[in-house]
Nanobody, 128 residues
Framework: EVQLVESGGGLVQPGGSLRLSCAASGFTASTHRMYWVRQAPGKGFEWVSA????????TYADSVKGRFTISRDNAKNTVYLQMNSLKPDDTAVYHCVTPVDPLARVWGVVVETAQLYWGQGTQVTVSS
């Protein structure tokens, strides 16, 4: 059974930092691109970041570029999202996802139409 388990969310003041983790199991995570998506209150899903299989090629949404850093440790089957200089607009539920088909290119497609494995999500709230 595929499982993606996120952790590390919480309440942080504007300008603060959080590090999200996503522990993967039940599949060969090292053969999958991994992604973070988020859903802010009352809004749709937004692609946040992606990382290549070997962790050498990151991709970021313009809204987080320069503030967020994605990484992965294939030995631990874990993906990370370091979030710095957080803003209230970053408030959302953050999900770790990966395509069911490891060859599928999903960045930029409508999230709801992509065939993805999902984690349960972790809440990030940025507020003073």
């Amino acid at each position: 059974e595929v499982q993606l388990v996120e952790s590390g969310g919480g309440l942080v003041q504007p300008g603060g930092s959080l590090r999200l983790s996503c522990a993967a199991s039940g599949f060969t995570a090292s053969t999958h691109r991994m992604y973070w998506v988020r859903q802010a209150p009352g809004k749709g899903f937004e692609w946040v970041s992606a990382i290549s299989i070997r962790g050498t090629i990151p991709t970021y949404a313009d809204s987080v570029k320069g503030r967020f850093t994605i990484s992965r440790d294939n030995a631990k089957n874990t993906v990370y999202l370091q979030m710095n200089s957080l803003k209230p607009d970053d408030t959302a539920v953050y999900h770790c996802v990966t395509p069911v088909d490891p060859l599928a290119r999903v960045w930029g497609v409508v999230v709801e139409t992509a065939q993805l494995y999902w984690g349960q999500g972790t809440q990030v709230t940025v507020s003073s």
